[in-house]
């Protein structure tokens, strides 16, 4: 039976091959490393990028050159939090950009019609002046 060694990290994911981190539901995506050492530099790597990251190294015996069951992480992965917030983001962004649009245009309505109004008023002013 062979070993390898596997990286996870304190929310429950495990490193891909892909070199981002992956929830472990499919394991051919996560990224085995035949030797510690290995492992080890690139945690070193990857913690010097994040300095938040705890990662643990494990220690998997292969089953037929694959790894066993992994238990899978209830936490959202980082790369799709980022993108639903960018999402987000840019429907918020377009909803107040429209928002913003027709607030102008109701406000040009408005200043039209306020100074109809006062055109109104002022011409109506000027002919009740004049009969008195």
């Known amino acids: 039976m ?16 892909s070199k981002e981190w992956v929830d472990g539901a499919d394991r051919s995506r996560v990224a085995l490393y035949k030797h510690r050492d290995e492992a080890s530099n690139t945690v070193f790597e990857l913690s010097s990028k994040d300095f ?12 037929k050159g694959k790894l066993p069951k992994l238990t899978i992480s209830q936490i959202a992965l980082p790369g799709l939090d980022e993108s639903e ?48």
């Open 2 to 17: 062979d070993r390898s060694f596997i990286l996870k990290n304190q929310d429950g994911h495990y490193w891909g091959r």
């Open 52 to 63: 938040g990251l705890r990662a643990d190294i494990l220690e998997m015996t292969l089953n």
């Open 85 to 132: 917030e960018n999402s987000e983001e840019s429907s918020e962004e377009s909803s107040e950009e429209s928002s913003e649009e027709s607030s102008e245009e109701s406000s040009e309505e408005s200043s039209e019609e306020s100074s109809e109004e006062s055109s109104e008023e002022s011409s109506e002013e000027d002919g009740t002046e004049s009969s008195s």
